[in-house]
């Protein structure tokens, strides 16, 4: 039978309470009892709290764990490599401090999705959910195409142009811009920017043509547009002058190729006071008679570059500046300064002529045997 037994200690003055069960010991012949601490008597309440035997309460810290096998409940394999770099990428350029700013609510499920669309470049948005399995990205969560498809509309016009002015405060220092177009083929019969033109990809199918801006020394973007396949690059140069000015740009430096030169782009250009550079044809009538005057002396000394290998000249001339304006009825003409970047290279132009040799000797054999 267990009773309760309590003794003091009289060094510390704190009374113990025991435990203590009476037993027969057969081997002496006598009965015998078997103490276990129990804890230590409050001296205010008179209550036992629990002890380890040194005066102290037992803590949670003090219970030992026996170390063993533990079966594992879980396990996954993630790849980590290319989001970590995205990660590190995003941050250096600040795209993910701006996506933030412009979605705070959905920026990571964007860069989540992004990241799928370059990994995954030829796979379709509805095979998210398996690549979330294995790879760690910012979402951390599966995507269903139900969501992805509510994302996308919840991106609108106005956060666009918002994230586009604060990509574009990062790029607009000591950096050219430069903007260019490409045409997309489509299948589709039903989006109405789906449209026959002139298509850089030489396929015979309808295109949408998207228009981007990105900075010339980091070659980043951060602009794009999207319009009808049967829109001439010379044609969007306006639509892209009023999107900056929206977006906060009034004044930028522009680089384009011959594809985007019209004399409407060029008075348009002068109008505003913005500074280009375009690429434009040698047949071009003042083009060709600047040329002209140079022709004799261009492939001098003088003009050659040891840095990139060709002969090089700018002359100054006049551009011949129109400004229609409608609500008067009349257009005004003047004369604006004109710079012409004239690059001959001597090995290309050796090349092209062995070509054009080449290309003759095939037509003669032709005509011979057609004869």
Sequence with gaps: ??????????????????????????????????????????????????????????????????CGPIP???????????????????EKIGIIADLKHCFPAQY?????????????????????????????????????SQRSSELFAAITE??????????????????FWAYDTTSISSFSEHLRQ??????????????????????ETSNLPFYY?????????????????ADLDVLGFSKVKLVMDRGFYSEANINSLYKDHLKFLIAVKTSLTFVRNELDK?????????????????YAKTVTTEWNYQLKRPYKGDTIKDKRRLYIHYYYNIDKAADDEKSFDRNLIVYDILIAVHF
Excluded at 114 to 139: D, G, T, V
Excluded at 227 to 240: C, E, M, V
């Design 158 to 175: 106005d956060k666009k142009n918002e994230f586009f002015r604060l990509q574009g405060k990062r790029r607009n220092e000591k950096e």
């Design 294 to 310: 140079i022709y004799d002396g261009f492939r001098s000394f003088d003009c050659y570059s040891e840095k990139y290998e060709l």
């Design 1 to 66: 039978m267990a009773t309760i037994v309590y003794q003091k200690d009289k060094r510390s003055n704190i009374t113990y309470a025991y435990e203590s069960i009476s037993y027969w010991d057969k081997e002496k012949q006598q009965s015998r009892a078997k103490r276990k601490l129990v804890g230590r008597v409050d001296q205010q309440t008179g209550e036992i709290v629990p002890t380890d035997g040194r005066g102290r309460k037992k803590k949670e810290s003090d219970v030992v764990i026996k």
């Design 225 to 241: 547009r999207k319009s009808a396949g049967n829109i001439p690059d010379s044609k969007t140069i306006r639509n892209l002058l």
């Design 108 to 144: 990571k499920q964007i860069l989540s999705i992004a990241y799928y669309l370059i990994l995954e470049e030829n796979n379709p948005l509805f095979r998210f959910e398996k690549w979330s399995i294995l790879h760690k990205h910012p979402y951390g969560q599966t995507i269903t």
């Design 72 to 90: 594992a409940k879980i396990v996954t394999r993630s790849f980590y490599g290319a989001t970590y770099l995205f990660d590190a990428i995003g």
């Design 194 to 215: 789906v449209q026959f033109g002139n298509n850089k990809e030489n396929d015979r199918l309808p295109q949408f043509n998207l228009a981007m801006v990105f900075g």
